[in-house]
């Protein structure tokens, strides 16, 4: 008895420890909503011990670097995303005891590594963190970072892809203000080519500033090899070189989406097949679905289990704020385009990885499943009710240790949106208005006296996270 208690005390204590995303959100989200960024920072500062824990760190981090971002402390936003790669740089060599724990338990024991789409905003965010500092050069060392990065993630088997169209948008950016047409020429080139694999179409004024660049760098045949119409207007881009000034707008709109709990229910056939069965977030159906089950060490082939798992599932929130409208001094109406969808990205995401997780989770649940049984006949006594004390608290203790990972980032906003406006040197009057999805203005934001200089790019970043 004292043996099964302690047995039980330990997985109850090891699972309910496990799983703090829900927490995470629930008491971050209202201070951000209604306290602002500075206030959201302290509060994760002091409370990273009981909302991220080590497990967590890389989201720690990355969280206070957006956060700082958004607040316009550029340097600590780099400072902390920063740590936040360093991080997810070491995870490549990952922990056997972790991996381990993650069998017998769930996949919150593991150190978060990051989702494809973490890793490329975090080196998105740090190469704006670098212009707005106007640090061209560190700008360049991150930009080799994330071709780095975006070369390890690369994927383009079974329709699965982690190419970045608006990171190579970005970089192609970042070498035209290093002075070097051709490598953005080549970045330009790979913009295209990511937007045509992904889940965004090419923005429009990216297409023109494509077309113009590759033009100008005698590369009319790239623009071909990419279906790319030579007859496209393309009077903003070559205003914005000939002039060899812009004023380029980021917006961050909307919330980004988090991470529920999806469970389900079905059978696991050893050696042969997992039939699976849930209810559509979105639709409210019920869904069935198939994925071939490989054995599992400690059942027969062909034997049956009877599972309840959990899974991770995306949970969009109803943006406030849709799209931008910008005017620059007597020049307005100037909408910036989408050029990241996060909501896109994280469907993307569990959408390939859905049938790895399934089976790896089911996977767990079996062997669970066999260990909880081997404990039950083993703790067997004469005494029927400890019997039916022993067997329910068993299956308890199993149930309480299928969790979810519901780790995300917390304060990514919806969208990304950008647009460039060439402008004459000198001093110039920014208003951004954030508006709805019918149009109405949600918020204002005035840049008075935006100094651009002579061959100058000059990047203003507007936070409307709602």
């Not at 951000?32 to 760190?57: P, S």
């Not at 607040?71 to 400072?79: D, K, L």
């Not at 009710?385 to 519901?406: C, H, P, R, V, W």
């Not at 949600?442 to 002579?454: H, L, R, T």
């Amino acid at each position: 008895m004292k043996r099964l208690l302690l047995i039980l005390s330990a997985v109850l204590l090891f699972s309910g420890c496990a799983n703090k995303s829900m927490t995470r959100y629930e008491a971050l989200a209202p201070v951000f909503e209604h306290k602002g960024y500075e206030a959201t920072i302290n509060e994760v500062k002091k409370q990273q011990e009981d909302l991220y824990g080590e497990k967590t760190e890389f989201l720690y981090y990355f969280d206070l670097g957006v956060l700082y971002h958004y607040s316009g402390n550029y340097q600590e936003s780099a400072a902390n995303l920063e740590k936040a790669e360093k991080i997810y740089d070491d995870l490549y060599t990952h922990s056997v005891t972790n991996e381990a724990a993650a069998i017998v338990t769930n996949d919150n024991i593991r150190p978060y590594r990051a989702r494809p789409f973490e890793v490329l905003v975090l080196h998105e965010l740090q190469i704006l963190n670098f212009l707005a500092q106007k640090n061209v050069d560190g700008a360049l060392v991150e930009v080799n970072r994330a071709q780095k990065a975006m070369t390890e993630l690369y994927q383009k088997d079974n329709g699965k892809t982690n190419d970045n169209g608006f990171l190579r948008y970005l970089t192609a950016i970042v070498y035209e203000m290093a002075g070097e047409p051709d490598e953005a020429a080549i970045a330009y080139y790979k913009t295209v080519k990511a937007y045509n694999e992904n889940i965004l179409n090419l923005p429009k004024e990216a297409r023109q500033f494509i077309i113009e660049s590759l033009k100008r760098t005698d590369r009319e045949d790239d623009i071909r090899t990419l279906g790319l119409d030579m007859a496209t207007e393309t009077s903003k881009a070559k205003a914005a070189y000939d002039l060899g000034q812009e004023i380029i707008v980021v917006g961050y709109a909307g919330h980004g989406p988090i991470l529920n709990e999806l469970r389900m229910s079905g059978t696991y056939v050893n050696g042969g097949l997992l039939n699976l069965s849930y209810k559509d977030g979105k639709t409210g159906q019920m869904v069935s679905t198939n994925v071939g089950a490989p054995p599992v060490a400690g059942a027969s082939n062909g034997e049956t289990f009877h599972i309840s798992l959990a899974l991770p599932e995306a949970h969009s929130f109803r943006s406030l704020v849709h799209r931008f409208n910008v005017s620059v001094d007597n020049q307005s109406g100037i909408r910036p385009e989408k050029v990241m969808a996060i909501d896109k990205e994280l469907e993307m995401n569990l959408k390939d990885d859905f049938a790895n997780t399934m089976t790896r989770t089911a996977i767990r649940v079996v062997l669970r499943t066999i260990a909880s049984q081997a404990a039950k006949k083993a703790l067997k006594s004469d005494n029927a009710l400890l019997n039916l004390f022993t067997s329910i608290g068993t299956d308890i203790a199993q149930d309480q240790l299928e969790k979810a990972d519901l780790r995300i980032a917390l304060f990514l906003p919806n969208s990304f949106q950008m647009t460039r406006i060439p402008v004459e040197p000198g001093s110039h009057e920014v208003t951004v208005a954030a508006e709805g999805s019918e149009g109405n203005t949600v918020n204002i934001f005035k840049f008075g006296n935006v100094d651009v200089k002579k061959g100058e790019k000059k990047f203003i970043f507007v936070p409307a996270i709602k």
